[in-house]
DNA sequence: TTACAACAATTGTATATACAAATGTACAGT
DNA sequence: ACTGTACATTTGTATATACAATTGTTGTAA
């Protein structure tokens, strides 16, 4: 991935800058690549999450503000993907009992059949994206991400 | 940032996923700064790119294909994109005359003068971002994302 | 008990993006 | 001139996301 003959300039781009429209770069193959293995399952990265998270719980009911602080998306937009993966029935949803505030989901049957398909063709995904770095580099790319 | 913090997983994440993962949450770290830095301006990044691009052209106007090369975006959304940019008055749009298929864009001076502006508060997100790391990070880091 | 603040989720609205189909233009071959 | 094809952009539609405002629920302090 050469970052000036992408974005076309011959001049030489400041290093800072540089990196940050590198990762940019890195992140939108990332997208694209994970979005097309999952567009199969009819489920978009968020929903994939999501499904993970719920997985995570094992049968134990998330509600949606946990769900909400594992994820990147804003509250309003959890609650309609959680509405997607309800019309898929992936997940079930219901009012919880002491505090009818809060609403319960889990993670069906169905729901974690297709996560265990998913699962492997992301693997898949993974490994390909990353198919040019040693076990070395990455964790030097680990470390050197942490500092942000 | 703390990976296994942030997802809130006790579980080991195998490398490969890990750097995935880390990459996703670096980039909305970046986004969320960089939008916000933009915001004051009612411009998206993509808008900005657009003014950087066609700033680069240095007068010679560009048309909508080569726009989009240069962009992540897809080519129905450059139309729009460029739709945005010319109510706020930060960009000319006319028909070539050789070929009347074609549409120039060129950036305005009102254009020009917003951009010096957000070019400087860009710098200092971009800065800030990478403040933890040093020149060499900064080296290692672009060629480890060469990689992918 | 009433009133009020805090909490949890949802809805409305504007904007952004992806993908496919449609429009208008140029050009080459017949 | 006529036809078909490629080109350049636009439009339609569905989905995704951000942000603000709203609904319904709980606990608590007067």
């Given at each position: ?12 781009i ?20 994970v979005?097309?293995a999952l ?49 898929k029935?992936?997940?079930?949803r ?7 505030r809060?609403?319960e989901?889990?993670?069906?049957k ?15 995904t ?10 070395k580099?990455?964790n ?6 942490n500092k942000?």
């Amino acid at each position: 991935m050469d970052v000036e003959k992408i974005i076309k300039t011959k001049k030489e781009i400041p290093l800072e800058s540089r990196t940050i429209i590198h990762l940019m770069l890195v992140n939108n193959k990332i997208m694209e690549m994970v979005t097309t293995a999952l567009k199969p399952f009819g489920v978009s990265l968020q929903q994939f999450n999501v499904l993970r998270i719920l997985r995570g719980q094992e049968g134990k009911p998330s509600n949606l503000s946990t769900l909400n602080e594992r994820m990147v998306t804003k509250m309003s937009n959890t609650t309609r993907l959680v509405d997607k993966l309800l019309t898929k029935g992936f997940v079930d949803r219901t009012t919880c009992e002491s505090n009818r505030r809060k609403i319960e989901i889990t993670i069906t049957k169905k729901g974690s059949e297709m996560l265990t398909q998913m699962d492997a063709i992301m693997k898949k995904t993974e490994s390909t994206l990353v198919s040019q770095l040693s076990n070395k580099e990455l964790n030097e790319l680990n470390f050197l991400l942490n500092k942000f």
